[in-house]
């Protein structure tokens, strides 16, 4: 065996884009609490609205902490669940869907937030740490 170079073989691995998977549901636990969607956006000086400092920094910081769950896209019409901790914020329940919603669909994990993607939406509070968000295909 004197002369033989051995060299050991690296483990193959399939790399595929998250979008290429589909599941028929997702849960993203332990985010941050979003503000109240009347404190997403702010009339900005020259016209128009834009996103408030508090939202962009919602936004990142939910953005990497789902992103780190690893969720797969729920493709087709969805039913969303979204679930926030008991005492966590002083706002309307109502008022805090919004930022959730947004989230989902700039992670690209359903395929819109306009009427023939999202059939229902639950809100409640409930024994969860931050904010959990339960997706799961609608009939």
Known sequence: ???VLRTRREPVVERRAIEGYA???LTLSKLPVPP???NL???ASGGGRARS?????WRAAAGWQAR???PCRVRGPVSIS????EGASRGDLDNLAKAPIDLLCELQLIDGDHREVIREVHLHWGGVEGLQI?????P
């Open 41 to 43: 956006f702010f009339n």
């Open 68 to 70: 780190l769950q690893t």
């Open 1 to 3: 065996m004197s002369g």
């Open 134 to 138: 339960e997706v799961r295909s609608a």
């Open 53 to 57: 400092t508090r939202y962009r920094a």
């Open 23 to 25: 599941a028929k549901s």
């Open 82 to 85: 979204i679930i926030v901790e």
């Open 36 to 38: 109240a969607a009347n």
